[in-house]
């Protein structure tokens, strides 16, 4: 039987218990989590999480959510979606970058990507404080899906010598699966 999929995505002020309750709430409606993201910014808890399932367990599984969000106090949004439909013509490479924190590096690196027509797929940066010289410091990490038609060699050296414009130390190498 083909199952369908929903994105659920949840925001709300960070305390224990919300992926457990989130998680439950998945599990009892009979439904599997395919993919997620959850993660802590600033103060607040973001998930968004790829759940699969008949479409009556979906629907199950939505009308259950307004219950959640009142007794977790988070925004829930939900939204039907379909499989990937990207074909084998794509070629997943890492991306990793790291300089001090300084503003627009992430917009200058997908600019970057997006002229040449390579999708970023999962992009999560960071910042954090050097250990010796306590220099504030930024760090992005993310998959692009470079289209097996382009030279690798050139958008290799392309994307260094950007980087090394803007002195931003980078690898960009095949993702490891």
Request: include cysteine; hydrophobic fraction near 45%.
């Amino acid at each position: 039987m083909h199952n369908s999929l929903l994105v659920i995505s949840a925001l709300g002020e960070d305390r224990p218990g919300l992926v457990d309750g989130l998680t439950r709430l998945v599990a009892d409606a009979g439904c599997n989590i395919e993919d997620s993201r959850m993660t802590v910014l600033g103060g607040e808890f973001a998930a968004i999480v790829l759940v699969s399932g008949r479409w009556n367990q979906l629907a199950k599984l939505e009308a259950t959510l307004p219950s959640l969000e009142r007794r977790l106090s988070l925004t829930v949004q939900t939204r039907r979606t379909a499989r990937s439909r990207r074909g084998g013509e794509l070629l997943p490479y890492a991306v990793e970058v790291v300089c001090m924190d300084q503003g627009g590096v992430v917009h200058q690196l997908s600019n970057f990507f997006s002229v040449r027509e390579i999708d970023i797929r999962d992009l999560a940066t960071t910042t954090y404080t050097a250990v010796y010289t306590g220099t504030p410091m930024f760090s992005v990490r993310m998959t692009v899906d470079v289209p097996a038609r382009m030279q690798i060699a050139r958008l290799r050296e392309e994307f260094m010598d950007f980087c090394d414009e803007l002195n931003l130390d980078a690898i960009i190498e095949p993702a490891k699966a």
